[in-house]
T-cell receptor, first 111, second 111 residues
């Protein structure tokens, strides 16, 4: 089944404890992206990648890192999480940059 | 950068009636305008999109119109059904990779 998977789906952590949210797609898509969703703010793009080893900042990249070492994987790294990074995170992939296929989301709480 | 405003934030309609959601964008160079539907607990899913060289597009009960001069685009859902209840997001894109979303509209279809 063609899909985007994210892990973990839920995570509660404490300020400053490094964490990684994994994202994987099995559709051989070139393009991958990370978004955060907050009430009243919609989806805001954190980082995107147009191919392996090619990444660029979205609208809210501060406090996040990404890497694209393989085509199928695009992990999101929070080196020192803070409470304002409590949010619902979505990974997405796209073949052409048009239709994006979203993962199921990761709900992160930073205490 | 691009800024997308979406109205209304909530919309309650009677089953069988029509629903209209409107979005405006700021960057006149934006050329791709997708609409996503997000059901509770899931990631957004593309329902329809339109490019800047087209004024209207229809797919069964949903349609999107684009007015480039006024920089606004709208989603129209006719003959609404309970399964249309969801959050709808508009988005605009200028450059390949950078997608700007609106804040979302919660649509509730009452029987």
């Amino acid at each position: 089944e063609a899909q985007v998977t994210q892990n973990p789906r839920y995570l509660i952590t404490v300020t400053g404890k490094k964490l990684t949210v994994t994202c994987s797609q099995n559709m051989n898509h070139e393009y991958m992206s990370w978004y955060r969703q907050d009430p009243g703010l919609g989806l805001r793009q954190i980082y995107y990648s147009m191919n392996v080893e090619v990444t660029d900042k979205g609208d809210v990249p501060e406090g996040y890192k990404v890497s694209r070492k393989e085509k199928r994987n695009f992990p999101l790294i929070l080196e020192s999480p803070s409470p304002n990074q409590t949010s619902l995170y979505f990974c997405a992939s796209s073949l052409s940059g048009d239709e994006q296929f979203f993962g199921p989301g990761t709900r992160l709480t930073v205490l | 950068g691009e800024n997308v405003e979406q109205h209304p934030s909530t919309l309650s309609v009677q089953e069988g009636d029509s629903a209209v959601i409107k979005c405006t964008y700021s960057d006149s160079a934006s050329n791709y305008f997708p609409w996503y539907k997000q059901e509770l607990g899931k990631g957004p899913q593309l329902i329809i999109d339109i490019r800047s060289n087209v004024g209207e597009k229809k797919d069964q009960r949903i349609a999107v119109t684009l007015n480039k001069t006024a920089k606004h685009f709208s989603l129209h859902i006719t003959e609404t059904q309970p399964e249309d209840s969801a959050v709808y997001f508009c988005a605009a894109r200028r450059n390949w990779g950078k997608l700007q979303f609106g804040a979302g509209t919660q649509v509730v279809v009452t029987p």
